[in-house]
């Protein structure tokens, strides 16, 4: 069974503003990145799929059933770490989960061991105790992630993890996730504007742009590598493109890299003899691979 499918989803408030066009899309089970710019739709997206607010237009299935009339069964199977929090300061950890568990309908012993479990997975176990309002924002981060997790769910919606953290725990988020994803058997489908963290953990991407599905795909072909040489010499780089440019090469610079189209089967040899005749240390000559942020490019851009 996919985890989500769509069927010319559409969604628009007031009449006015459209949040998702004919949104058409099948997403399989794994760790799944949802993409896109602040107001692309994501949030509205993932809404509909918890049963939060209705579609305008067409239809969405998660494993199978219809949030819209089928609330209760998704969100037993279906964890959601909101973008911002409303923690409560002056309760601990440990009791906010659990507290979330019981709500999810987790006999009240049956809630203390899973909030215990799920705030060890989540870095918490050894601070479940202390106040969150003691917290920093990774821990709070953490606690929301937590929470989600207490109820034991087939699919975890995440709406911007690392929100608000620095670089490391960034980093550490990331790390936690993609764990979850790999060794849990729970389906993820991270919500991020931030397009390196996507290619850092997910197996596939669905990328939307104002409301519209731009593509979904494997993050492996999205990017596979492409008909363009990268070319990078320690030295001399403008001396190497004019050498190239007099072979008939047509050469693009990219900061300190040289892109070359692998048009013909000795592209390669007349790059290293170019190389070899100025003497020039070679750094890199290898296929270049398409990046994901190429998909939000201007079109003569993307196909460099």
């Known amino acids: 069974m996919s985890l989500i499918e769509t069927q010319g989803l559409t969604k628009t408030y007031g009449g006015r503003v459209t949040a998702l066009h004919d949104l058409t899309v099948t997403v399989e089970p794994g760790i ?21 607010i209705a579609p305008t237009a067409g239809t969405v299935r998660v494993f199978g059933l219809d949030p819209t009339v089928e609330t209760d069964k998704v969100r037993a199977k279906v964890g959601y770490m909101p973008e911002h929090d409303a923690l409560p300061p002056d309760v601990s950890a440990a009791e906010f989960v659990t507290h979330l568990g019981r709500i999810s309908g987790l006999p009240r012993t049956a809630a203390r061991e899973r909030a215990s479990e799920a705030l060890r997975h989540v870095g918490l176990y050894e601070e479940r105790y202390r106040q969150i309002g003691g917290y920093s924002t990774g821990m709070k981060q953490r606690v ?36 979850i994803g790999s060794e849990f058997g729970i389906s993820v489908v991270t919500c ?18 104002g409301g519209k599905l731009l593509r979904a795909d494997r993050i492996s ?54 190389v070899a005749d100025l003497d020039l240390p070679l750094h890199r000559l290898d296929q270049r691979r398409h ?10 851009a993307a196909d460099v």
Do not use: W
Not at 192 to 209: F, N, R, Y
Not at 291 to 300: I, K
């Open 221 to 274: 072909a999205m990017t596979a590598a492409s008909d363009v040489l990268a070319v990078e010499v320690s030295e001399g780089t403008e001396e190497l493109a004019a050498a190239l440019t007099e072979l008939d090469l047509p050469v693009r610079a990219d900061g300190r890299m040289l892109l070359v189209p692998l048009d013909h089967d000795d592209t390669y040899d007349q790059i290293l003899r170019a």
């Open 32 to 52: 799944v990145g949802l993409v896109g710019a602040n107001g692309a739709g994501k949030s509205t997206f993932i809404k509909i799929m918890l049963g939060l």
């Open 144 to 179: 929301k992630l937590a929470q989600a997790l207490v109820h034991d769910p087939d699919l975890l919606l995440l709406d911007e993890p690392t929100n608000g953290l620095d670089p490391a725990g960034r980093d550490a988020m990331l790390a936690l996730v993609h764990r």
């Open 192 to 209: 991020s504007h931030l397009l390196g963290e996507v290619e850092q953990i997910c197996d596939s991407l669905v990328a939307i742009e």
């Open 291 to 300: 990046r994901v942020a190429e998909l939000f490019a201007p079109r003569e």
